[in-house]
């Protein structure tokens, strides 16, 4: 049963001062665990994704927790930031998602081709192909032109799957055009519009479109995808045991063996403040991907909420061995009136878990902040919470 630990402080290596107190008991941390600045981490985590957490976090918890080829898992992995990291840190990864979009994110990039294979396989996609007449409003997002490249590399990566042929060059392709599909900057395929993790309707890109008097421009899909795909791969890529991705709700673990895991950093849905569908929408028509496949869960209310994370931490103390690690965040919602990380605490007192600590890294807003698609301070996240669990022996 869960018991509340006089732990020792964490090894807390960052410069900033710390904030130490108790909260019913609870040793809470409040401090800057990791800097705030921009393109701190390696350049294969620069895809985006809506409320993603920045490679500071989990790498702040592995360097804590593991050693090379221990086993890290998030359940839920979205851009695959946690199991991107552990690889880079020569972990083994496994990471899941309810959406089988986060693994089309995430798994190219733990073993990235070469800029050479990327480009000969490019020369080899046609560039041209006939519209369907139900993929004509998306000319409201891409010049005609556009389009119809895009149409070819679909057309491609659906010819290949079907032959057996779709190899890892495929995929990291595809993975590349699946973050160029739409954004703010001439780099993305579309025209002007939101930034690419939250796609806007098509009426709403009209609507766009007239305000800023643009017509969308033609863009060269497969230089766009070269030219992302030299900025991706410039730190190196990483040279990690074997990885394992699957598409798995968090609740429903039977897939991992009992104990096998050292560590999970991980972030579930906040309430219902993101509906992963509907912004993922036009990333779901190029993936060739039905919406109703994503069994993503939005809590309506808190009792959902408890409900579904209480499942999920039953699944999670059955997979985490021993004396492992649960680092679990919780984000700030609703300008801090809801600390959810009192929920997962609660929840934690009928499992084989101990609370070793909540630490909440304060943070001076930058631009990643965005990832949350809201006004910074206004409704999204102000800080990291993350509750720290133990695995009790049983
Ligand atoms: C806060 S995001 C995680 C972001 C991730 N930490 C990152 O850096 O990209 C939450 C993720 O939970 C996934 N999700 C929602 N419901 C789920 C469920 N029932 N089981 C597993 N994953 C789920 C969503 O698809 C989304 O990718």
Redesign the pocket.
């Known amino acids: 049963m869960s018991a509340i630990r006089q732990q020792s402080a964490p090894a807390i290596s960052q410069t900033g001062q710390f904030v130490r107190e108790r909260r019913d008991g609870i040793p809470y941390i409040i401090g800057e665990f990791w800097t705030a600045k921009q393109r701190q981490s390696h350049s294969l985590h620069e895809i985006s994704?809506?409320?993603?957490?920045k490679a500071e976090l989990p790498e702040y918890f592995i360097k804590r927790f593991t050693k090379p080829s221990d086993t890290v898992f998030?359940?839920?992995?979205?851009?695959?930031?946690?199991p991107l990291q552990a690889a880079l840190m020569e972990r083994k990864a496994i990471a899941?998602?309810?959406?089988p979009?986060?693994l089309l994110l995430a798994r190219p990039r733990l073993a990235p081709p070469a800029v050479e294979a990327i480009e000969a396989r490019l020369a080899l996609i046609p560039r041209t192909a006939r519209i369907a007449q139900r993929d004509l409003p998306l000319t409201a997002f891409y010049h005609p032109d556009t389009l119809a490249q895009l149409v070819a590399l679909k057309n491609w990566f659906r010819r290949r799957t079907g032959s057996g042929d779709f190899d890892s060059i495929d995929d990291w392709i595809r993975m590349v055009a699946l973050n160029r599909l739409s954004g703010h900057s001439s780099g993305f395929f579309s025209g002007r519009t939101m930034p690419p993790n939250q796609a806007v309707s098509i009426a709403a890109q009209k609507k766009i479109n007239q305000r800023l008097g643009q017509t969308p421009p033609p863009r060269a899909v497969a230089d766009l995808i070269i030219r992302k795909s030299r900025s991706l791969l410039r730190d190196g890529v990483p040279n990690a045991p074997r990885s394992r991705f699957v598409v798995?709700?968090?609740?429903r673990l039977g897939w991992l063996k009992r104990d096998s895991v050292d560590l999970v950093v991980?972030?579930?849905?906040?309430l219902n403040i993101?509906d992963?569908k509907s912004d993922n929408w036009l990333r779901l028509w190029f993936a060739d991907l039905n919406p109703e496949d994503?069994?993503?869960?939005?809590p309506a209310n808190l009792d959902q909420w408890r409900s579904?994370i209480g499942k999920?931490l039953v699944a999670l103390a059955r997979v985490v061995r021993s004396g492992g690690y649960i680092a679990f965040?919780v984000?700030e919602i609703r300008n801090g009136s809801l600390p959810l990380e009192k929920e997962v605490i609660a929840l934690a007192q009928n499992l084989p878990l101990t609370v070793n600590s909540v630490c909440i890294n304060k943070q001076i807003f930058t631009k990643t902040s965005n990832c949350w698609g809201v006004s910074n301070n206004a409704h999204g996240t102000n800080s990291n919470r993350v509750v720290v669990l133990e695995r009790n022996a049983v």
């Open positions: 994704y809506r409320a993603c957490f998030d359940p839920f992995m979205g851009r695959g930031t946690t899941s998602d309810a959406s979009l986060s798995s709700e968090s609740t991980t972030s579930p849905p906040f993101v992963y994503l069994t993503c869960t939005t579904f999920t965040e984000g």
